[in-house]
Nanobody, 122 residues
Framework: VLLQAYGGGLVLAGGFLRLSCAAT????????MGWFRQAPGKERDLVAA????????YYADSVKDRFTISRDNTKKTVALQMDSLKPEDTAVYYC????????????????WGKGTQVTVSS
């Protein structure tokens, strides 16, 4: 599966952005999906994950109650709605796919898209 993320940009603290990830391939619904982020000099970390069906979700503590992950298996897309953005949310954001029902680790993801930059200014 090929993944393409888009929707990043520059936003003021307190603002919002919506990231989307489009997948190609016939078996999108067979993959657990996740959004990860990597800030300069830091490791790549999970932001949010969603199960194959979309019923189950998981969020990093730092983004709970601010970010929402969703997917549309018909359109083969996964989205990340980011509200109340903070400067510490600044990072390159990646979408990724796993053969697992739901996966939260970097090493467990099988496919990665190119990242999209999110910059939050104070």
């Amino acid at each position: 599966v090929l993944l393409q993320a888009y929707g990043g940009g520059l936003v003021l603290a307190g603002g919002f952005l919506r990231l989307s990830c489009a997948a190609t391939g016939r078996t999108f619904s067979s993959y657990g999906m996740g959004w990860f982020r990597q800030a300069p000099g830091k490791e790549r970390d999970l932001v949010a994950a969603i199960s194959r069906s979309g019923v189950s979700t998981y969020y990093a503590d730092s983004v709970k109650d601010r970010f929402t992950i969703s997917r549309d298996n018909t359109k083969k897309t996964v989205a990340l709605q980011m509200d109340s953005l903070k400067p510490e949310d600044t990072a390159v954001y990646y979408c990724a796919a796993s053969a697992a029902i739901i996966e939260t680790s970097v090493s467990g993801m099988n496919y990665w898209g190119k990242g999209t930059q999110v910059t939050v200014s104070s």
